[in-house]
Nanobody
Framework: QVQLVESGGGLVHPGGSLRLSCAAS??????YGWYRQAPGKQRELVALVTRGGDTNYADSVKGRFTISGDNAKNTVSLQMNSLKPEDTAVYYC??????????WGQGTQVTVSS
């Protein structure tokens, strides 16, 4: 049974930093990613990293966010710097296993506000 445990998130002032982490278990995963959904908007990709180390970022977070994965521990982290109010959203961990099946975390709230 695949399980995802997210941690991190919270309230931060504009310009601040937060780190999100996600620990996955129950399968062999090939892709780890973070998505976010703001109120009234569709869920969107923030960043992803493959088992081979390739990364992809949304244009809106390039240069501010860094995704990193640990294949041995099945964990993925998202370091978010220079946060902006428009980064406010619920952030979801997403992993895909070797069968191509995707799994979602429960979501963690990130609020950027003064």
């Amino acid at each position: 049974q695949v399980q995802l445990v997210e941690s991190g998130g919270g309230l931060v002032h504009p310009g601040g930093s937060l780190r999100l982490s996600c620990a996955a278990s129950g399968s062999i995963f090939t892709t780890y990613g973070w998505y976010r959904q703001a109120p009234g908007k569709q869920r969107e990709l923030v960043a992803l990293v493959t088992r081979g180390g390739d990364t992809n970022y949304a244009d809106s977070v390039k240069g501010r966010f860094t995704i990193s994965g640990d294949n041995a521990k099945n964990t993925v982290s998202l370091q978010m710097n220079s946060l902006k109010p428009e980064d406010t959203a619920v952030y979801y961990c997403n992993v895909k296993n070797w069968r191509g099946t995707a799994y979602w975390g429960q979501g963690t709230q990130v609020t950027v506000s003064s």
